[in-house]
């Protein structure tokens, strides 16, 4: 476990909290500390519900550390993107019902994030994209394979 993934326990509820402030953004560690914080909750029976938030009332996640692709490393773009996939597949395969909790932002992996889980549920000053096409990336971890069957569902006032 990682200080950058939170977890709290609450009767059959866990809940995972986005802790690298100011803006919870993902980095190799955080993505590997939510991978096996999922694989450990899987193994608990006792554990029927997770819900993901995000620390502070400003951001649930802006997304990747964009530290991480400073240097133009396309190895480096590749390990990371893997990453992302594996925490947020490992999200998705979670045996309970999943909630995301969207305290604010959520940009890029913070939504792809968000999109991993069975229910999304938002404050009302919550925002959220897909930037990365801004900064020559691309969304790695599902975005653009779950944006569209979210946005259907959700209907016109989506």
């Known amino acids: 476990m990682s200080e950058l993934i939170q977890l709290e326990k609450r009767g059959h509820t866990a809940i995972i909290t986005i802790n690298n402030p100011p803006a ?3 980095t190799k560690a955080s993505l590997k500390a ?8 899987n193994a608990d029976r006792n554990i029927f519900a997770l819900v993901v938030t995000g620390q502070g009332e400003k951001f649930f996640s802006a997304g990747a550390d964009l530290k991480a692709f400073a240097d133009g490393d396309i190895g ?14 490992a999200l998705v395969r979670f045996r309970g019902v999943s909630i995301a909790a ?3 932002y959520a940009m890029g992996g913070g939504l792809e994030c968000a999109l ?22 691309l969304p790695c971890a599902g975005g653009t394979q779950n944006l569209p069957c979210w946005s259907a569902k959700a209907g016109p006032s989506a």
């Open 24 to 26: 919870n953004t993902w």
């Open 102 to 104: 969207v305290n604010g």
């Open 76 to 89: 480096n773009a590749s390990v990371m993107a893997q990453a992302f996939g594996q925490a947020f597949d």
């Open 116 to 137: 991993a889980c069975d229910i999304r549920i938002a404050e009302e000053h919550a925002q959220m994209a897909l930037p990365e096409a801004t900064v020559g990336l």
């Open 34 to 41: 939510l991978e096996e914080t999922i694989e450990a909750l």
